[in-house]
Structures are given as C-alpha cells and as structure tokens.
C-alpha cells in the first residue's frame, strides 16, 4: 500500500498503530503535534519506535502507550532487505505504521507484513516542518486539535529538580545556557553568550550550562568567561533535564535539540539561529523568540554548512538585540 489519499483507510479505534520517528531530539519534538495528531484522530493504542536516547524524553506521554528503543532488541532486521519471520514478532499486531523520513526498506517491509504505511517525507518548500506534517495527515483525513509540543513535567520531577539544585547551593532565578549544537557551525560565539550572561547575572540570575557530547568547547569557553560562575550539567538524563528547564528564568542557546526541550517544557525561550532557517525549524510556544543571523549564503545546505570556514551568519546575531529580547521574556516571567 502507498499514502496516498486514495489507499490510506483509518484503522478501528482498537488497533495498534506504529510511528517511527529515527530522528533527534529537535526533529522529533517538532514532529510531536502531529504524532499526537494520529493518536487523537484515530484514537489507537499509539506505539513509538525511535532513538533510545531521544524518545526517552516522551516517557509518561498520555498520548503514547509504548516506546521502543531501535537501536536495540533485534529492530535492526527491519531496516535491512530479506527481513526474517522473527523480525514480524516486534510488529506486536500493529496494523498500520507512520513513518518519518523518506521510502525506504523499512517501509517495504512494514508494507511486507501486512501493514498499511503511510510515509510523512520532509518539506519540499519553504515551509514550517511542524505545519507541513498537520497538513500531509489533514490530506489523509486525519485532523486532530492540535497544541505546541510541550512535554508535561510531574510535580514529582520538579521537586526532584529543585532538591539537586538546592544541594548544589542553587537559590533563585535561574539563567539556562547551551552554548552548544549538533554543528559547530550554529554556534554563537561563547565569548558573546559570555558578555550576554554576565549583563544577566548582574540582574540576579544564577546561570547553569548544559553541555551535550558534541558542546565540550563551547561550555569550556563560556564558563572560563564566566571565571567558573555557575553549575555545568554534562550529559543529564533527559526527563532531568526538562525538569530543570521547566523551573528556568529564562534558557538562552543556538538551534539545537536542548532549545526545543526548552520551549516544550515552557521556559522562557531564546533560540539563536544562523545557518538554518527559523521559519522552518524554530521552536514553538508562547514565550519562545529567536534571533536570525542573516548573511547572504544563509541558509545554507548541510554540505555548505560543512564547507563553511567560518560561520558568519552567527557572528551577525546581535549582542544588543539578544539582550533586549531576553529582558523582555525575563519581564513577562515576572509578572
């Protein structure tokens, strides 16, 4: 079966669908409304294979009965040719499956064991990658109330979130920092984020720097301006660090996966973009702003970005315009 209009038919309310979502953490959370999407429209126990590391995140989501790991338990077998009958048993009855991303051998054999698949490919043109998945399920049929990707954060989270920090020494309003990204190429310069914190600090804020696998420089740099001022999480799990996030002041950092947890867990937001383009990728909330960097390469493709000596398109997010906005977002909090 393909996704078209013509072949897609909603499964009964009864039956177990599958969403396969490979991507990262930003990708995933900005495919989130329209995963819910699914499940609301056709109200089926709803199962998420992803990335061990990223779908932990959802764990506790109303709207998701199961998360699976790929990376693990013999998933494998489903993303290569000539898939074995023992592969099939992972399907647990599914008869339907949504995939993000482009066709593929993992659609061909989901399709193989009977499933009915419908693929969501990227966009094709200038457009928000959270609208473009409503409006490929709306040409299906599948329609659903849809709200921002926030991720709900039990009050027993929160509380443990605020123990750490208060045995850390941590009191007041806080400033979260990710001076990091996937590419080194969509970084702020950390001595400018450096001068932006300690304008902030001076207004109170107890800055704490979140650094990923890829961020070691970066976090470095920031917290040598900073001369050593502040807490620096290394590699938190994620469900604690979207606690902490929710208890921020305000969270400051570049188009990175952290910044969507920021927004979808409701802090304050400010996201810096150069390279990528912000009507496609941005974050979405009520309190989430961002800044563009715009040169005349910008944006640009991966292999550009790779190539790139020297990314001046984040060299050219303003420091000024960058506090402004985070003072506004820190007087809105305040009210």
């Not at 199961?66 to 998933?75: I, N, Q, T």
């Not at 898939?83 to 193989?112: T, W």
């Not at 970066?218 to 902490?244: D, N, V, Y």
């Not at 002041?249 to 390279?275: C, E, K, R």
Request: with cysteine; glycine share 10%.
């Amino acid at each position: 079966m393909t996704s078209s209009n013509s072949t897609y038919s909603s499964p009964s309310r009864t039956e177990k669908v599958l969403v396969v979502h490979q991507g990262a953490l930003g990708d995933l959370l900005l495919a989130l409304p329209a995963i819910r999407s699914v499940k609301g429209a056709l109200g089926a126990s709803l199962c998420l294979w992803g990335r061990g590391w990223v779908v932990q995140v959802l764990e506790g989501d109303p709207f998701i009965e199961e998360l699976r790991d790929v990376d693990r338990g013999g998933f494998s077998q489903l993303f290569r040719e000539g898939v074995s009958e023992g592969g099939f048993d992972l399907l647990d009855g599914a008869k339907q499956a949504f995939v993000f991303g482009r066709e593929g051998v993992l659609a061909a054999n989901l399709r193989g064991a009977g499933l009915e698949v419908v693929v969501l490919p990227p966009p094709g043109r200038k457009c928000h990658i959270t609208d473009h998945y409503l409006s490929f399920l709306s040409s299906l049929g599948i329609v659903s109330k849809v709200s921002p990707p926030w991720i709900p954060i039990s009050e027993g989270e929160k509380a443990l979130a605020r123990e750490r920090l208060r045995r850390e020494g941590i009191r007041g309003d806080l400033l979260l920092l990710h001076p990091g990204s996937g590419s080194p190429k969509k970084v702020w310069p950390p001595q400018k984020m450096a001068r932006l914190a300690k304008t902030l600090m001076g207004k109170g804020l107890f800055p704490i720097l979140i650094e990923g696998p890829a961020d070691g420089v970066p976090c470095q740099e920031l917290l040598s301006a900073i001369k050593g001022e502040g807490l620096l999480l290394r590699s938190p799990h994620l469900r604690e660090l979207a606690a902490i996030l929710s208890l921020a002041s305000l969270y400051v950092g570049n188009d990175s996966g952290i910044s969507h947890l920021a927004a979808s867990v409701g802090a304050p937001t400010l996201v810096l973009f150069g390279p990528t383009d912000p009507h496609i990728w941005a974050p979405r909330g009520e309190r989430v702003r961002w800044i563009w960097g715009r040169t005349p390469c910008a944006p640009c493709t991966p292999e550009q970005r790779w190539r790139c000596p020297r990314p001046q398109c984040m060299e050219q997010v303003d420091p000024e315009e960058t506090l402004r906005i985070a003072e506004s977002l820190l007087s809105r909090t305040s009210r």
